[in-house]
Every structure is written in structure tokens, then in C-alpha cells.
């Protein structure tokens, strides 16, 4: 299992909720990252603006290309498709308000923890990153702990 995470709007994050999370779509410039997965891999949701971890996907498929509209948005490139593709379903979904606050645990991952909160934009330039299995790890238990038992 690789664990990866996945850069992208609180709203794109909200528009694959709406769709129970059976995809995960990537830009153009992710094709190798994304044809790179296996099923089995997780990806954490890095939300850009609101600076939190949205949740956990585990990937179900293959990455295949698909340049139909599913409602995901660039604010940096209005227009950029999403064509790569990979089936998903949900690991850890916390409801909205529930997410992880990444800010107040810069110093818990290795990915995060020399830049500090301050930094933290440099840890996420870009679509997609692997990282490391102790920072999925701890992402998973604090996600987890989002949710009511």
C-alpha cells in the first residue's frame, strides 16, 4: 500500500462527497503519478484555502482517462480538466467541520515538520505526493478521531 496525498479545493473535495467518493479525478500533468497507483493505495484529501485534511480514500482500480465533467474545479487554470481517473471508496470521512486543522500538527509529520506552520504551502505544491506510512498513519488516527464512535 502507498500512501499518497491528493491536493485539491474544499468545494472539489465536497463535489466527490457528493458522489460517495467512488473517484478520485487528476490533473493532466498527474498522469504518471496517477498510473502509478494500485488498488490498495490510500490518498489523503490536502484541502487548499481552508489548510485541513479532508479525509481518506482506498484506491479500487486502475487509472483510466476520462475527460467527461464531474464538477471539479482549478481556481488557478479556470478550464483545466481532471482526465485522469481512479476508482475510490472511502476510508475515513469526517462530517464538514470535522476535518483535521494540518496548522496545529505541522510538528507530527515528517512531510510538515522542518517547515512549521508558517512553510506549510511548500509541503503541498502540486497535485499529488507520496508520503511516508507513519505520516498515513498518524493522518488516519486523527481523522479517525473525527468521527463520533
Given at each position: ?94 462530517e464538514p467541520g470535522e476535518y483535521i486543522e ?9 512531510k510538515t515538520r522542518k517547515l512549521g ?33
Open positions: 500500500m502507498q500512501p499518497w496525498i491528493a491536493v485539491g479545493s474544499a468545494d472539489n473535495f465536497e463535489h466527490l462527497r457528493e458522489r460517495g467518493f467512488d473517484v478520485c479525478a487528476f490533473k493532466a500533468s498527474r498522469r504518471k503519478q496517477s498510473g502509478s497507483m494500485q488498488p490498495g493505495d490510500r490518498i489523503v484529501f490536502y484541502l487548499t484555502g481552508v489548510v485541513q485534511f479532508g479525509g481518506i480514500v482506498e484506491v479500487t482500480g486502475e487509472m483510466f482517462e476520462d475527460t467527461s465533467d464531474i464538477g471539479l474545479r482549478s481556481a488557478g487554470k479556470p478550464g483545466e480538466d481532471y482526465p485522469f481517473r481512479i476508482a475510490t471508496k472511502p476510508v475515513v470521512i469526517p494540518v496548522r496545529e500538527i505541522t510538528d507530527l509529520l515528517d506552520p508558517k512553510k506549510l504551502g511548500m509541503a503541498f505544491r502540486g497535485n499529488l505526493h507520496r508520503i511516508s506510512d507513519a505520516d498515513y498513519r498518524q493522518i488516519e488516527e486523527l481523522l479517525q478521531e473525527q468521527i463520533p464512535a
